[in-house]
């Protein structure tokens, strides 16, 4: 799955759900974790790397509305 393929895919297809939101974060990579360039799968033993903020705060944000 990739941005370019299948993004406007989900986004026709759950067009009419009034409980959806979509982002793109176009810096960070499956993870949401800063990166750059295609995943090599190291990715997953970089104990520093961490969820980023802003994906943490616009779930939250997200939620307070919907709950």
Do not use: C, I, K, P
């Not at 370019?4 to 009034?18: G, H, I, P, V």
């Not at 104990?47 to 939250?60: I, Q, S």
């Amino acid at each position: 799955m990739t941005v370019e393929a299948d993004f406007s895919r989900w986004e026709n297809a759950l067009s009419e759900a009034s409980d959806v939101q979509f982002t793109v974060y176009d810096d960070l990579n499956h993870l949401f974790q800063r990166g750059e360039g295609a995943s090599t799968g190291s990715e997953y033993y970089e104990r520093d790397a961490v969820l980023d903020r802003r994906v943490v705060e616009d779930v939250a944000a997200f939620v307070d509305r919907h709950a």
